[in-house]
């Protein structure tokens, strides 16, 4: 009923930048909260920042002053700047909404399906 797609991920160079994107489509009535996590390689999903629909935003300290969270709450959209990428910023990328669906009464998580970001030293 609701999807949530990312896009923008790929390869750069240390100290380069990528702009991640990521839409909610489907069934969604409103949305709260929505944020980026990351998760490398035999590590665990950490979060990255996140944007209440009030415009609030909360990062993590690995990632501020580099990264910009912002959404265009028209469009469900939640977008993530990065900015000085490092080679320790390499993980897969995933886009986390908190939303209740049309004529739902619950309030839910929901997950893209990520998008691989490589660093190269």
Same mark, same amino acid.
């Given at each position: @009923?609701?999807? #949530?797609?990312?896009? $923008?991920? $790929?390869?750069?160079?240390? $100290?380069?930048? #990528?702009?991640?994107?990521?839409?909610?489509?489907?069934?969604?009535?409103?949305?709260?909260?929505?944020?980026?996590?990351? @998760?490398?390689?035999?590590?665990?999903? =950490?979060?990255?920042?996140?944007? /209440?629909?009030?415009?609030?935003?909360? +990062?993590?300290?690995?990632?501020?002053?580099?990264?910009?969270?912002?959404?265009?709450?028209?469009?469900? /959209?939640? +977008?993530? @700047?990065?900015?000085?990428?490092?080679? =320790?910023? /390499?993980?897969?990328?995933?886009?986390?909404?908190? #939303?209740?669906?049309?004529?739902? #009464?619950?309030?839910?998580?929901?997950? $893209?399906?990520? /998008?691989?970001?490589?660093?190269?030293?």
């Amino acid at each position: @009923q609701v999807q #949530l797609v990312e896009s $923008g991920g $790929g390869l750069v160079q240390a $100290g380069g930048s #990528l702009r991640l994107s990521c839409a909610a489509s489907g069934r969604i009535g409103s949305i709260n909260a929505m944020g980026w996590y990351r @998760q490398a390689p035999g590590k665990q999903r =950490e979060l990255v920042a996140t944007i /209440t629909s009030g415009g609030s935003t909360n +990062y993590a300290d690995s990632v501020k002053g580099r990264f910009t969270i912002s959404r265009d709450n028209a469009k469900n /959209t939640v +977008y993530l @700047q990065m900015n000085s990428l490092k080679p =320790e910023d /390499t993980a897969v990328y995933y886009c986390n909404a908190d #939303l209740r669906i049309v004529g739902g #009464l619950r309030w839910s998580d929901y997950w $893209g399906q990520g /998008t691989q970001v490589t660093v190269s030293s």
